[in-house]
């Protein structure tokens, strides 16, 4: 595997259930990032993990909960949805530090459908 | 606060046409990044660019080029020669280097459709 990869890629839950997001990447970075995309809206930056520890929580519903076990994978757990968290989920990666900031690779995301 | 604006929403070209998509943004950083994405309609975003404050020459790669000016705050793209499949959102992105942030803050993207 290459760059960022994300499983599953779609994904329909209903309100009650409990799923997961992953995310792995295989760029040897050290910061990685969860953004929700839903129609007409902008890209929204839900989580941040720099050196596994989170450094931004973007007053993300409590129903959504990050997990970053190393620096190589991200989960995103999901439970008691609501219809309007229907969206594309996107994972990056990027390497940060040291005086510069590269660019973010992204994962081809998961498309959550809420019933 | 840094900001991005993307006032364009949609283009709509001809294959062959030239054309040209806006970034405005707004930073009180010294030191900030500029970056361009593609997203075709898979849904994965791909990079395209990236370019320092310090660097203001403008660049070019194949059909594509990016011409950034501080004075105006801008950083635009540029298809030459369009094609099909250069039909995707772009979104244009800024991230400051002060405060230890690693957040960049994206724009709105633009839609350009591409007929042939």
């Known amino acids: 595997e290459t760059g960022v990869t994300q499983t599953p890629r779609h994904l329909v839950m209903g309100m009650t259930n409990k799923k997961s997001l992953k995310c792995e990447q295989h760029?040897?970075?050290?910061?990685m990032y969860w953004y929700k995309q839903s129609a007409k809206k902008p890209l929204e930056l839900m989580f941040v993990y720099s050196l596994e520890e989170r450094v931004e929580n973007n007053s993300v519903p409590s129903r959504f909960s990050p997990e970053c076990p190393n620096s190589s994978h991200l989960f995103l757990h999901l439970h008691t949805l609501q219809p309007e968290d229907s969206a594309l989920y996107l994972c990056a990666s990027s390497q940060v530090g040291g005086g510069a900031y590269n660019e973010q690779f992204f994962g081809p995301g998961t498309r959550l459908t809420v019933l | 606060a840094q900001k991005v604006t993307q006032a364009q929403t949609e283009i709509s070209v001809v294959e062959k046409e030239d054309v040209t998509l806006d970034c405005v943004y707004e930073?009180?950083?010294?030191?900030?990044?500029l970056f361009w994405y593609k997203q075709p309609p898979s849904g994965e975003l791909v990079f395209l660019i990236r370019r320092n404050s310090f660097d203001e020459q403008n660049e070019i790669s194949g059909r594509y080029s990016w011409n950034f000016q501080k004075s105006t705050s801008s950083f635009n793209f540029t298809i030459t020669a369009s094609q099909v499949v250069d039909s995707a959102v772009y979104f244009c992105?800024?991230?400051?280097?002060?405060?230890?942030?690693?957040?960049?803050?994206f724009g709105r993207g633009t839609s350009l459709i591409v007929h042939p």
């Open positions: 760029l040897g970075h050290n910061a």
């Open positions: 992105a800024l991230s400051e280097a002060s405060g230890g942030s690693y957040i960049p803050t």
């Open positions: 930073t009180r950083d010294t030191t900030y990044y």
